[in-house]
């Protein structure tokens, strides 16, 4: 088994379709499975074997794509990392994953050269120009033709890194017979066709990007029509243009796009609208259908397991608020924190099983014996319930993860940067609920004796340690943050009076 034979199947069946469509430049299945094909062979030639871990840092594209299928093909796995992060959190991650080779943009190249030898790296591939060799000179070591290698149906395919609430990061090992799962039961849930066109801003190295939207439309032969990130002229643009029939977003954009006057002309032929990252508000669900006709598709997942229930197979029966019901072929159990098994209505946490699930996190066994009961139940750290019809309610997160704007934050990493700062005495960062980003990151900060917590001053000196999207949007200074007998300080309760007060 080869996840990559998706793309193999549908060059056969769709080979003059559209497969990627970047503005107005097209490639077809064939093109993408040729280009895919010279990067599996010229990785070969430079001594790539099964199990080798190669890494992509570069923003979307039709390149970017080639590339990760041209590695998974060689039999390789793909190690896929966010593209706009710093160096230095770059830096933690190759230092973590330890891949061979690199993808990346010819940018990072002259800092990588400072890494290299600390990180293992032995190559550093860029689109053109810079780099120990350009994309295209692999290309042209490789050949057009060639078959997926082989791979037992557990091996891992990709890992995607996602973190808990100590900020340490982890490498989710998705397997091929867990991605070909999802890519199936994605497409079957939204009844994808070759005719469709799935619009694409969300990052590959993101499970929404890469299994939600990318894997899934190759398997089922469609077309992906790739933006850089979310452009609202350039959205709509091709939506003018019906160039969309599918639209996958997070509340955010939603919510942005609901201030539009015509919005259902706008649309063009949308016929699909999916929403996640974060929970999408309730009354905006009721107000994109009264305004569009379109129920907005919930569906809940993670990058561990991908998905777990979906809300609209039949829209009739969709029921707003609820993810829906389990996948077929995934089990849920509602379990107590300590691991009892709980009765249907009883709120708890939530437990997955099924072929969805991740192997486990890459270099970090510890991880993955804490992730799962009974070693095959799925912990997925979220509170919900199930009610007497099958369908998942969530209610809250056991993990302090904040999401904003389909972004994971993760607290004690923004904590620490923050206690880097001289005029930090003690701080505490809590998401809170917003109508546009789902969550803000807001940093509660008790100042150093003398100093002045300046928010402007805080902003800049974060700006070079953390991505934009995790850098504090309010500082709320404290006298005092409260604490337990013990000492640990008690967000819940900051949080709780915070809001109380508002």
């Not at 199936?184 to 993101?206: G, K, Q």
């Not at 063009?268 to 379109?294: D, H, P, Q």
């Not at 505490?428 to 980003?437: E, H, I, S, T, Y």
């Amino acid at each position: 088994m080869n996840v990559a034979g998706n793309l193999e199947v549908s060059a056969l069946f769709f080979s003059d379709n559209p497969a990627v469509r970047e503005g107005d430049h097209v490639l077809t299945y064939g093109q993408l499975h040729e280009k895919a094909n010279r990067v599996a062979t010229g990785l070969i030639k430079m001594g790539v074997k099964r199990g080798d871990l190669i890494g992509l840092c570069a923003p979307n594209s039709a390149d970017w794509i080639a590339f990760y299928y041209g590695v998974i093909k060689a039999g390789a796995v793909a190690v896929t990392l966010f593209n706009n992060t710093t160096n230095e959190e770059l830096r933690n991650l190759l230092l973590h994953a330890k891949p061979k080779i690199l993808l990346t943009t010819e940018s990072r190249y002259g800092w990588l050269q400072n890494v290299k030898d600390e990180c293992r790296l032995e190559t550093v591939i860029c689109p053109s120009g810079e780099g120990d060799m350009s994309l295209g000179a692999l290309m042209d070591t490789g050949v057009g033709s060639f078959t997926a290698v082989e791979r037992n149906r557990s091996d891992v395919a990709a890992v995607l890194y996602t973190g808990g609430t100590t900020g340490i990061p982890k490498g989710v090992m998705l397997t091929h017979e867990g991605m070909n799962f999802s890519s199936r039961a994605i497409a079957y849930y939204e009844r994808s066709t070759e005719h469709d066109l799935a619009l694409c801003f969300l990052p590959f190295n993101h499970v929404f990007g890469q299994m939600h939207i990318m894997n899934s439309t190759i398997y089922s032969g469609g077309c992906l029509e790739l933006l850089p990130s979310f452009d609202m002229e350039h959205v709509l643009d091709l939506m003018g243009k019906n160039r969309v029939t599918k639209f996958f977003s997070v509340p955010t954009v939603y919510v942005r796009l609901l201030a539009l006057p015509d919005l259902k002309e706008k649309l063009g032929k949308v016929r699909y609208c999916f929403s996640a990252g974060a929970a999408m508000a309730l009354e905006i669900v009721k107000e994109w259908k009264n305004v569009t006709g379109i129920t907005i598709a919930e569906s809940y997942g993670m990058t561990e397991a991908m998905p777990v229930t979906f809300n609209h197979f039949y829209p009739e029966r969709h029921v707003a608020g609820s993810v829906g019901q389990a996948v077929h072929g995934v089990e849920i159990q509602i379990r107590d924190t300590k691991g009892p098994i709980l009765n249907g209505g009883e709120q708890g946490e939530i437990c997955v099983r099924g072929r969805n699930v991740m192997r486990g996190y890459l270099n970090n066994p510890e991880a993955t014996l804490d992730a799962f009961w009974e070693g095959e139940w799925l912990r997925t750290g979220d509170v919900g319930y199930r009610d007497e019809r099958g369908y998942i309610h969530l209610v809250d997160r056991l993990k302090e993860l904040i999401i904003t704007g389909g972004e994971n934050v993760y607290p004690r990493e923004v904590e620490e940067a923050l206690y880097g700062c001289p005029e930090v005495a003690e701080c505490a960062v809590v998401g809170l609920p917003d109508r546009q980003w789902g969550e803000r990151v807001v940093a509660f900060i008790t100042p150093r004796r003398g100093k002045t917590v300046v928010a402007d001053d805080l902003k800049a000196a974060l700006k070079g340690r953390l991505s934009a999207f995790k850098i504090p949007k309010e500082y709320i200074v404290m006298d005092e943050l409260p604490k337990s007998a013990a000492g640990k300080i008690l967000k819940r309760d900051i949080k709780k009076n915070y809001l109380d007060k508002r």
